[in-house]
């Protein structure tokens, strides 16, 4: 090849690639206005989603006023209007008067009653592009609008896009009097449709996920891909499709790339979907306020027959939870938990303050049904076992424990069920829980400082907690829980007991613990 053909050959190179209707890789627009996204270029075309100011998303192409985007999952179109462009974009055309050219109007433009410039836009203002949904006058003449060939060229040149969208009903034709098209026939606004909860019901739902830890989101299902962008816990994707053991997925901006499904936790997968194991660590400090209390029928309203003893502890809580998805809803796991509060100062009596220690440990199997919401909300089931001993310092020392309270331990099954939502809120997860010991109970007290014979307990055990996401892999977790416990007794105190009592029958009791921490969740 001589030199002449090499450079014309270049310079065709060049101009063919300027003249080809392609844009910038990624390039990325944010809407200035409130706006919906559509599934064709036209407003009467069905509503993919409703963006709010400052939306960011990718730009796919562009068509007269018309771009071609990928934002929260999905791909449509929206007017150019609506978004910010770049200083250097291209001016868009537009024509010279606001009403497009629609059948009804004449079939000539120019100065002269002669033919004008072809200004018929049917997927810009009456939606016309898609002739199964609604035939113009024009299709039926054996004619082929410019705006059709137009948008089979779009459709041609997305078609790997449009792949992986599910495919839009046609909305059916209705007839409008040429009243109702001059009142639609403005370029800027939406064309009249029916109810706003019309346009709702075409909306199609994506499934929703999360990643445990930061994680890189790659171009394609490869290890040795490059990275398409960075995701996060707190970074919202969109599930696209499977691929493998590989899943396609979509940041809200409109980034696509591949991720590892085992590295996926779907929030809301719908009948199916990928979901992978749990698994965190908690540890928090509080505060809880203890008060015991007894009742002695016949008896004098003091120690030790009828009293109330409270007071205020240093409390240190630890604990885990293991989850593992069992099938489409269910979940399986355990959680175990251990609250260790020290007295500060301690029970007053007799201007003596009386030391103790309060051990609580909750070990419990879960069952979780899985509601498939958006936030990612589980009704869980859960059976176990209460341990709590209540333990006076120097119990045997009277010196010392002027009051003569016993230490005591309590076990027992719990039941008890709790409800869990992740994402109450984009950065806020909510928990409440309830269990209860209804049966099978064991209470032990300090031999000779009993306050009866054939003890017995009940309990009920309330909980809620807040999470706030805080950093990767960590969250920020404030709790609240409060314990009530009620004891009784067959029979009088045995005559061995040092307590004193001198009722006419068995006392009973009752244990309030409300506590109040804060502490970090770390996820693994």
Do not use: C
């Amino acid at each position: 090849m001589n030199v002449n053909a090499r450079f014309v050959a270049l310079v065709v190179l060049v101009l063919g690639t300027l003249a080809w209707p392609s844009i910038g890789l990624a390039e990325k627009v944010k809407t200035n206005q409130s706006t919906k996204l559509y599934t064709r270029a036209g407003e009467q075309s069905p509503v993919l989603l409703k963006l709010k100011p400052g939306q960011t998303m990718t730009v796919l192409a562009k068509d007269g006023r018309w771009l071609k985007v990928r934002v929260s999952g999905r791909t449509g179109w929206i007017p150019r209007s609506k978004v910010d462009m770049p200083q250097d974009d291209d001016e868009i055309s537009r024509n010279t008067r606001r009403r497009p050219f629609v059948d009804g109007r004449g079939t000539k433009r120019g100065f002269g009653g002669e033919a004008g410039p072809e200004d018929r836009v049917g997927a810009d203002a009456t939606g016309d592009d898609d002739d199964e949904a609604r035939p113009s006058k024009s299709s039926k003449s054996g004619k082929s609008p410019k705006a059709s060939k137009d948008a089979k060229v779009r459709n041609d040149a997305s078609k790997d896009e449009e792949d992986d969208e599910p495919k839009p009903r046609a909305r059916k034709s209705t007839q409008r009097s040429s009243r109702d098209d001059d009142d639609s026939a403005d370029d800027d606004k939406p064309a009249r449709r029916g109810a706003d909860d019309q346009e709702d019901s075409s909306e199609t739902h994506r499934p929703r996920a999360h990643v445990a830890k930061r994680t890189a989101i790659l171009d394609e299902a490869s290890k040795d891909s490059d990275e398409a962008f960075t995701a996060d816990p707190k970074t919202e994707l969109f599930v696209l499709k499977e691929q493998g053991k590989w899943t396609m997925v979509s940041n809200d901006e409109g980034d696509t790339g591949y991720v590892l499904t085992s590295k996926l936790e779907i929030d809301d997968a719908g009948d199916s979907g990928p979901r992978t194991r749990s698994l965190n660590g908690r540890a928090r400090v509080g505060w809880t306020f203890v008060r015991q209390s007894v009742s002695t029928p016949g008896a004098p309203r003091a120690l030790p027959d009828n009293y109330s003893a409270s007071s205020s502890s240093v409390t240190i809580a630890l604990g885990g939870t293991a989850l593992y998805p069992y099938s489409k809803r269910y979940w399986v796991g355990a959680d175990l938990a251990y609250d260790y509060d020290k007295a500060i100062p301690g029970i007053d009596y007799n201007h003596q303050s009386i030391s103790f220690s309060l051990h609580n440990l909750n070990l419990r199997a879960l069952v979780g049904y899985d509601m498939l919401k958006p936030s990612g909300m589980i009704v869980f089931g859960r059976l176990g076992y209460h341990y709590e001993s209540f333990q006076v310092s120097d119990f045997a020392d009277l010196t010392k424990n002027t009051a003569k309270l016993p230490s005591q331990i309590i076990s027992g099954p719990i039941l008890g069920a709790s409800l869990a939502i992740p994402r109450f809120t984009k950065e806020i997860g909510l928990r409440i829980s309830v269990d209860t010991i209804l049966f099978g109970a064991s209470m032990e007290q300090t031999k000779n400082l009993e306050d009866g014979t054939g003890p017995s307990a009940k309990a009920v055990f309330l909980g809620a907690s807040l999470t706030y996401r805080w950093k990767t892999n960590m969250d920020l977790q404030a709790t609240y829980d409060l314990g009530y416990t009620k004891k009784s007794f067959s029979g009088m105190a045995p005559a061995t007991s040092m307590r004193g009592h001198t009722g006419t029958g068995p006392s009973s009791g009752a244990d309030f613990n409300n506590t109040i921490s804060g502490g970090i969740a770390y996820l693994f």
